[in-house]
């Protein structure tokens, strides 16, 4: 799959009716990810954003959607995962073991044996709960913009968001055009 990277950044000061889930009562920053159109046709972006999250931004069935770039799991590069449908709930799967994670809130998904003892074994889907931490996306006027989640409640993804893990190869096949705003 085609992705862009770059580690440029731009961003700016929200206006109020743009406003996040920022805890501050300061404005949350938007930060610039590039034009929806190229978005669009590249379907997957990640960006090094505010010099500290890596962050992957992707159009899947008319909507974008931001996350930690890198898996929860073991940091595996999920602008390399294929987008699925579980149990009604669209996730990316992630390419180094296949773990499920949904696009909208970043649960694990997994699928559970019913009862163990009757055959033919009977699954069903359930959450691990939140492991992946999910970014607002925002679109101005074709612009699309991050804001970070900044809640202080660890998610199991930030502990791949570190120097070590940065220098782990990015999939690089195209960059945006860089916009300073
Ligand atoms: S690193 Fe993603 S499933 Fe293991």
Known sequence: MVSMSTDEEASQTSSPSSSSSSSSSSPPTLHFIGMKEDIVRARRVTKLVNGCRDVLVLYHQGQLYGMDMRCYHSGGALQDGD???????????????????????????????????????????????????????????????????????????????????????VNVQSKPKSRKL
């Open 83 to 169: 987008i699925e449908e579980f149990n009604g709930r669209l996730c990316i799967v992630c390419p180094w073991h296949k773990y499920k994670i949904t696009l909208a809130e970043g649960e694990g998904l997994y699928q559970a044996v019913e009862n163990p003892t009757v055959r033919p074994l009977r699954t069903r889907w359930c959450s691990k709960g939140v492991k992946q931490r999910i970014h607002k996306v925002t679109e101005i006027n074709g612009e699309v913009f991050i804001t970070l989640n900044d809640s202080s409640e660890p998610t199991e993804s930030d502990v791949y968001q570190t120097e070590k893990y940065r220098t782990v190869s």
